[in-house]
């Protein structure tokens, strides 16, 4: 059973760093993207942050130059790295990868469409403050 949990959440200062994690398991099927997602009451979920099987990194560009995604292979991990944290950065943070049907794809085709990704973790809150 596929299963994702993330954790490292929390409340900072704006300028804070926060870095989470995500433990996969249960993946019978090749996934050549992993990534981030993050969504605010009232709003769509929004990818953040993706990382190919090859090392190549997507990042939305409000996050640019401050949020770095990162996977421990061996350990089946992935981070997001996330640093100078603004107000606007407070959501719930979701990692994700993807379905079976989407799972030989890069992150540049899927990136954009968070229903090519799933099931979903039950997410990590962060909030900043000013």
């Known amino acids: 059973q596929v299963k994702l949990v993330e954790s490292g959440g929390g409340s900072v200062q704006a300028g804070g760093s926060l870095r989470l994690s995500c433990a996969a398991s249960?993946?019978?099927?090749?996934?050549?993207?992993m990534g981030w997602f993050r969504q605010s009451p009232g709003k769509e979920r929004e990818g953040v942050a993706f990382?190919?099987?090859?090392?190549?990194?997507h990042y939305t560009d409000s996050v640019q130059g401050r949020f770095t995604i990162s996977k421990d292979t061996a350990k089946n991990i992935l981070y997001l790295q996330m640093n100078d944290l603004k107000p606007e950065d407070t959501a719930m943070y979701y990692c994700?990868?993807?379905?079976?049907?989407?799972?030989?794809?890069?992150?540049?085709?899927?990136?954009?469409?968070?229903?090519?990704?799933?099931?979903w973790g039950q997410g990590t809150q962060v909030t900043v403050s000013s």
């Open positions: 994700a990868a993807p379905v079976l049907e989407a799972g030989l794809q890069p992150c540049a085709v899927i990136k954009s469409n968070p229903r090519r990704f799933g099931p």
């Open positions: 249960g993946y019978t099927y090749t996934t050549l993207c």
């Open positions: 990382l190919d099987d090859g090392g190549l990194t």
